[in-house]
């Protein structure tokens, strides 16, 4: 067995995932499934080969940055207006309470 | 009015161009027809998740007026098309698929978007996808599955299912999607339209949602080569916007479709055939036989990293996935869960109502393989075998100029036949995952259909930043197989 319910709780944690406790049964099985196929990446021998974090990255095409000049932002209301709760110049959340 | 002999199923751009320019109709009826149809259309597919009658209307009036006047009304002036719903859209809802966003109203477009009516185009609606883009039936969104509108009890592939369903229905001429490991080119190949996953950076991902940042693409969908090359042409280039847009130039797309493929190398990776039989594989040889007929040079080559980029792909697109869903966490994005005392409990039970079973699964193993004491194992492994599928393609294309493959190992399968599956699900990634992980363009193109009916597509891949050699061999392939 690749994970167990108690790792699955623990990652749903790290996620900020509620999950039920049929849902934590079903990732375990799923993700020990999909974990256990993922090993196949031990047959290969990498020790040579440099981790590629994305494909152009080298490239001179995308290695440009771009002029850095003043532009007009969003604005607070618009930036706001998607918030299920939002006041003119801020989100509002639930109290924050020490643990 | 309308001819009511006119049949929208029928329609291009270019005839599109030519109709408006007789006054055959004008835009602002084309349109209003376009929407009629889509909307009666919808209720067998469900392709559609909403419509945008007044910003199609406004567009289309302003097609309309450009040509009274006597200006360009632009290449893609007045045709309809369908645009994914990740992609965003200015006051118009864009859901992702997901409850999360139902009622989300982005407040600027997405580049693809501008320049995709800048050069004339109408957006007539916004399409089903699986939730975030995440899934390979369009099953998993959460406002209902699509239905493969060339048989109805089957999905119509995904993750982009109902752009492909709308332009292989005809309710819209083109359609934008959007690829991560294969959400273009299966669909496409699924509903017997053409799909175009471009070079990574060609299209600005900028308004686009992110699912995986280094595998993300916006593509488009069309019935015919030509035009869907034609809508790339109007949204590919650099954009300030997206730092990992390219700055290669874009070509004329249209004149590479010269019909002329004579001593095209083309290579078929002996790892994506050893195991392909049945009725796909058959069509694909098929496919092949043509394009040595046309003159292409056909030879077998080896890309011994395939059966690896499954395991590598779903690492990393599932680390990327789980930290680019973190921000839907109840603060900003229109969803909260109502029965939450403490912030915490507020991110968790938003995240943990709000996200449907294929997201949770992505979220959990991408946290998973990120997480203390297994980065290295995991996501420093992937990014590593990674850069070996991507040095596959760059050793095959010292020999070959293009890669043949399939797309899907099957045609379209029935609704519910793999959702308790996910391992299986994602193991029929594989023909379109490696594309994706190096990058490089890839399409399907229709190839046939099985004797069920069922469409496949056939699989065209090239070097970065040539399209154009894709979509010439394309055309080339489309004309010869539909001349048969």
């Given at each position: 067995m690749k994970i167990t319910e108690q790792e699955v709780r623990y990652v749903a944690g790290l996620a900020n995932l509620s999950l039920t406790q049929e849902e934590v049964a079903k990732l375990r099985a799923d993700l020990d499934e999909i974990l256990t196929h993922i090993d196949k990446l031990n047959e290969v021998d990498t020790s040579q080969v440099e981790p590629m974090?994305?494909?152009?990255?080298?490239?001179?095409?995308?290695?440009t940055l771009r002029a850095d000049r003043e532009k007009p932002p969003l604005g607070a209301r618009l930036a706001l207006a998607n918030a299920p709760e939002g006041g003119p110049e801020y989100f509002k959340v639930p109290k924050v309470i020490e643990r | 009015m309308i001819d009511p002999s006119l049949d929208l199923r029928s329609l291009s751009v270019d005839r599109i161009r030519q109709d408006l320019a007789s006054r055959r109709y004008s835009a602002v009826e084309l349109i209003t027809e376009s929407l009629r149809f889509a909307e009666s259309a919808n209720s067998w597919t469900?392709?559609?998740?909403?419509?945008?009658h007044y910003r199609a209307l406004a567009a289309a009036q302003r097609v309309d007026q450009k040509l009274h006047q006597g200006e360009d009304p632009g290449p893609l002036a007045g045709v309809p098309i369908a645009v994914k719903d990740v992609i965003l859209t200015r006051n118009v809802r864009t859901t992702c698929g997901s409850k999360l966003l139902e009622n989300y109203i982005p407040p600027y477009d997405a580049t693809a978007i501008t320049r995709l009516e800048q050069a004339g185009g109408i957006i007539i609606g916004k399409t089903n996808c699986d939730e975030f883009a995440m899934?390979?039936?369009?099953?998993?969104s959460a406002f209902g599955p699509v239905r493969n509108p060339v048989a109805l009890e089957r999905v119509p592939g995904g993750s982009s299912g109902g752009s492909a369903a709308a332009v292989a229905q005809g309710s819209a001429v083109l359609a934008l999607g959007s690829d991560t490991g294969g959400s273009i080119r299966q669909p496409a190949s699924f509903c017997g339209v053409a799909g175009v996953t471009p070079t990574y950076g060609r299209v600005s991902r900028y308004g686009l949602v992110a699912f995986a940042s280094s595998l993300d693409h916006i593509g488009p969908f069309a019935k015919s080569v030509r035009d869907a090359a034609l809508l790339l042409g109007a949204i590919a280039g650099r954009d300030e916007m997206d730092s990992t847009s390219a700055f290669a130039p874009v070509p004329d797309?249209?004149?590479?479709?010269?019909?002329d493929v004579k001593g095209v190398r083309i290579g078929l990776p002996r790892e994506y055939f050893k195991n392909l039989a049945s009725e796909t594989g058959d069509l694909i040889a098929r496919g092949v036989e043509t394009l040595g007929k046309l003159g292409c040079e056909v030879r077998e080559i080896s890309m011994p990293a395939t059966e690896y980029a499954i395991a590598s792909y779903y690492i990393i697109c599932t680390a990327e996935a789980s930290s680019n869903l973190?921000?839907?966490?109840?603060?900003?994005?229109?969803t909260r869960s109502s029965s939450s005392e403490t912030l915490s409990d507020m991110y968790r039970n938003t995240r943990g109502e709000g996200f449907g079973a294929e997201c949770k699964r992505r979220i959990m193993l991408g946290t998973y393989v990120l997480s203390a004491g297994y980065y290295d194992a995991y996501y420093l492994k992937a990014q590593k075998v990674r850069a070996l599928v991507a040095r596959d393609f760059s050793n095959a294309f010292q020999e070959v100029d293009a890669i043949v493959a399939p797309v899907?190992?099957?045609?379209a399968f029935k609704l519910g036949e793999k959702i308790d599956d996910p391992l299986a699900m994602y193991l029929s990634d594989i023909y379109t995952i490696t594309g994706s992980l190096a990058g490089v363009p890839c399409m399907s193109v229709p190839c046939g259909a099985t004797a069920a009916g069922l469409p496949v597509g056939m699989q065209i891949l090239t070097r970065h930043f040539d399209e154009a050699g894709m979509f010439r061999i394309a055309d080339a392939f489309e004309r010869a197989n539909g001349a048969k």
């Open positions: 974090a994305q494909v152009l990255f080298a490239r001179e095409e995308t290695a | 469900n392709a559609y998740l909403h419509f945008c899934g390979s039936s369009t099953e998993n797309y249209q004149e590479a479709l010269t019909g973190a921000r839907y966490d109840g603060v900003r994005y229109t899907s190992p099957f045609p």
